[in-house]
């Protein structure tokens, strides 16, 4: 995972550099903002757990609409 990927997959999640760090259990924010910024490498255990988290949140957002859309679809009655 790129600098920019990094970037865009926390942006994805609504995450701060903070939230960021806290969720993927980094020590420090620094640590989030290095990978943001290219200084550090972004570990693969990291980015695959972005990825997961980024999988889980569209899995989320479908459900929801899919719920939504049913809530407001009404019921057709039988006309006989």
Same mark, same amino acid.
């Given at each position: $995972?790129?600098? #920019? *990927?990094?970037?865009?997959?926390?942006?994805?999640? +609504?995450?701060?550099? +903070?939230?960021?760090?806290?969720?993927? +259990?980094?020590?420090?924010? /620094?640590?989030?903002? !290095?990978?943001? !910024? +290219?200084?550090? #490498?972004? #570990?693969?255990?990291?980015?695959?757990?972005? *990825?997961? $988290?980024?999988?889980?949140?569209?899995?989320?957002?479908? *459900? /929801?609409?899919?719920?939504? %859309? /049913?809530?407001?679809? #009404? %019921?057709?009655? !039988?006309?006989?």
């Amino acid at each position: $995972m790129t600098a #920019p *990927e990094y970037r865009a997959a926390i942006a994805a999640l +609504g995450l701060t550099q +903070g939230q960021a760090a806290k969720a993927l +259990g980094l020590r420090a924010i /620094k640590t989030s903002w !290095n990978y943001a !910024n +290219g200084r550090t #490498p972004i #570990p693969d255990p990291i980015a695959k757990l972005l *990825e997961h $988290m980024q999988r889980v949140k569209l899995r989320q957002l479908r *459900e /929801k609409a899919r719920r939504r %859309k /049913k809530a407001i679809v #009404p %019921k057709q009655e !039988n006309v006989t």
